[in-house]
């Protein structure tokens, strides 16, 4: 029993919107240099819900999305 997502995966964090999603089994959880207004929280959610759509098509590469994320060496994306 998890607890439910209110945000839709799309947050604020330190002046940053910070995207939560899940890539091969593994939680991803990169941020865009966006400041968190509402506009640019729904672009963030807009987004958000076209890489979802991309990783069920399989087609989504998390190396060109987000070139500078840490966690790319668990993805062997570089």
Known sequence: MGRK???GGVEPKGGRI?????FQGQRCRPTLDLLPSASNLRHA??????????????????????????????????
Request: cysteine-free; overall charge positive.
């Open 18 to 22: 910070q995207l939560d999603f899940y």
């Open 45 to 78: 959610a807009r987004q958000l819900s076209d890489i979802t759509a991309r990783i069920r098509q399989g087609t989504f590469d998390l190396g060109k999305e987000f070139p500078t994320y840490k966690g790319l060496d668990r993805f062997n994306a570089r």
């Open 5 to 7: 997502s209110r945000s």
